[in-house]
């Protein structure tokens, strides 16, 4: 079963707005990451977050972590048409050997 | 650097055939994974690697074997083909604590 659900699964925004999507999961980890999936491609990394850690920023990227809810979300601020992509959280449980646990992912449309 | 390398990025197989799925990474990573993604689907985790001689099953190991005798190559055997392990793979290595740095996927089609 996998550990991580995307909220929404899809979501469809104008150019320059920003996108938010949630990520939750069941047990305990050691960092949760996200992902991003052009259609037909290879998953990119875009950001980690570490269990003891509360929000990272990178460029137009947020990410919030909560574990007392056991959520992640990811803010994407002015969107543009190049953000267009499938976006997956990601944990790493405390035990195990680095293995990625995925979600389904949010599919992401922004409209020119 | 080329990062992690996968071949072949399409197969065809018949139902029935073996075949070998190859991951080569030039960043000296120790670890390692493969996982394959279903339409619409996260990725799930089919056998990983923490160093060279050393594996281990995942979420969905059954119908593929795997071996580590280098710290680059990582390949994947399926046994016997099903159409069931219709699906696009992907190979995955990560040095702790960065994320990790995924290959272009190999698609497989079993007929």
């Known amino acids: 079963s996998q550990q991580g659900e995307e909220d929404p699964q899809a979501l469809s925004i104008q150019e320059g707005e920003n996108a938010t999507m949630n990520c939750s999961y069941k047990?305990?980890?050691?960092?949760l990451q996200w992902y991003r999936q052009n259609s037909g491609r290879g998953l990119v990394h875009l950001i980690l977050?570490?269990?003891?850690?509360r929000e990272k920023h990178s460029g137009r990227l947020r990410v919030t972590l909560d574990t007392s809810k056991k959520s992640s979300s990811l803010l994407i601020t002015a969107s543009r048409a190049a953000d267009t992509a499938s976006y997956f959280c990601?944990?790493?449980?405390?035990?195990?050997?680095?293995?990625?646990?995925f979600g389904q992912g949010t599919r992401l449309t922004i409209n020119p | 650097n080329a990062g992690v390398t996968q071949t072949p990025k399409f197969q065809v197989l018949k139902t029935g055939q073996s075949m070998t799925l190859q991951c080569a990474q030039d960043?000296?990573?120790?670890?390692m994974s493969w996982y394959r993604q279903d339409p619409g689907m996260g990725l799930r985790l089919i056998h990983y690697?923490?160093?060279?001689?050393?594996?281990d099953q995942g979420e969905v190991p059954n119908g593929y074997n795997v071996s580590r005798s280098t710290t680059e190559d990582f390949p994947l055997r399926l046994l016997s083909a099903a159409p069931s392990q219709t699906s696009v793979y992907f190979c995955?290595?990560?040095?702790?604590?960065?994320?990790?740095?995924f290959g272009s996927g190999t698609r497989l089609t079993v007929v």
């Open positions: 960043m000296n990573h120790e670890y």
């Open positions: 977050i570490r269990s003891n850690e």
């Open positions: 995955a290595s990560i040095e702790p604590p960065y994320g990790y740095t």
């Open positions: 690697s923490v160093g060279a001689g050393i594996t």
């Open positions: 047990t305990s980890i050691n960092n």
């Open positions: 990601a944990t790493v449980l405390i035990q195990g050997a680095q293995k990625l646990v």
